[in-house]
């Protein structure tokens, strides 16, 4: 056999090697993906110490809300310069779950966050010196609760019989991400897709911006003038 022969059986011989180098990796890395299940969806999680990633429901987590207030960078609360509500309905396997009183105020140690909730209808209340873009990512870390495109505490998956989240009656793809603008009406589903309102009555915000909406936790007449700081009442 010539030199040229040889040469050409060890290309060869070389190019199968790599050939089927080439395919083991590819196996080995389609049998871990497919065989952990743990494929991940794009999107932003929240992040913070005492992040609950248990089952609802969930109390407002309060041992680490300074500290996630002070990563989140949120502006003071308790002036009327920037004051706006959105409505969060939590719903699973049909059954509404409640969105806590409180959220973002700790009494006992005196917080109050510009980002909070008064009672447990689901409005949440952003109160502020000046305008910020809260995230509903923001509001999670802010009551403790982990927030990802695909986790809501410790409820996980997304879509079928899982989770499904919805903004005005559309679907919401980023939810940590969110900003949240005055009148959003924010749902997040865990179940069947028809278990679950995916535009709720929004008939709470419209009466808290009504005359007949000083019931309501951020709002008061004093001396024949509207009040509407959350806060007022405690200075």
């Known amino acids: 056999?010539?030199?040229?022969a040889r040469h050409g059986g060890r290309s060869v011989r070389h190019a199968l090697a790599c050939a089927l180098l080439a395919l083991a990796v590819a196996l080995a890395a389609g049998c871990g993906s497919s065989g952990s299940g743990t494929a991940t969806v794009p999107g932003t999680t929240n992040a913070g110490p005492g992040l609950q990633t248990s089952q609802p429901p969930?109390?407002?987590e309060y041992a680490h809300l300074a500290q996630r207030i002070s990563a989140l960078g949120l502006p003071p609360a308790g002036t009327e310069r920037f004051h706006i509500h959105a409505l969060l309905h939590v719903y699973v396997d049909g059954i509404l779950q409640p969105v806590p009183a409180n959220v973002g105020i700790d009494e006992a140690k005196h917080i109050e966050t510009s980002l909070h909730t008064h009672d447990k209808t689901g409005i949440i209340h952003m109160e502020a010196t000046h305008p910020h873009r809260f995230t509903l990512g923001d509001f999670f870390a802010v009551w403790g609760v982990k927030l990802g495109p695909d986790r809501v505490g410790g409820?996980?998956?997304?879509?079928?019989d899982?989770?499904?989240?919805y903004l005005d009656g559309r679907p919401l793809r980023d939810p940590a991400a969110l900003q949240l603008r005055d009148g959003d009406n924010i749902v997040i589903g865990y179940g069947a897709l028809g278990s679950f309102p995916h535009a709720p009555s929004t008939e709470l915000l419209r009466a808290l911006k009504s005359r007949?909406?000083?019931a309501l936790s951020c709002s008061a007449v004093r001396?024949?003038?509207?009040?509407?700081?959350?806060?007022?009442?405690?200075r």
């Open 162 to 165: 899982k989770l499904h989240f």
């Open 155 to 160: 409820l996980t998956g997304l879509g079928g």
């Open 1 to 4: 056999m010539g030199a040229a």
């Open 58 to 60: 969930w109390r407002p």
């Open 223 to 234: 001396g024949g003038r509207r009040v509407t700081s959350c806060f007022a009442q405690r």
């Open 212 to 214: 007949n909406g000083t």
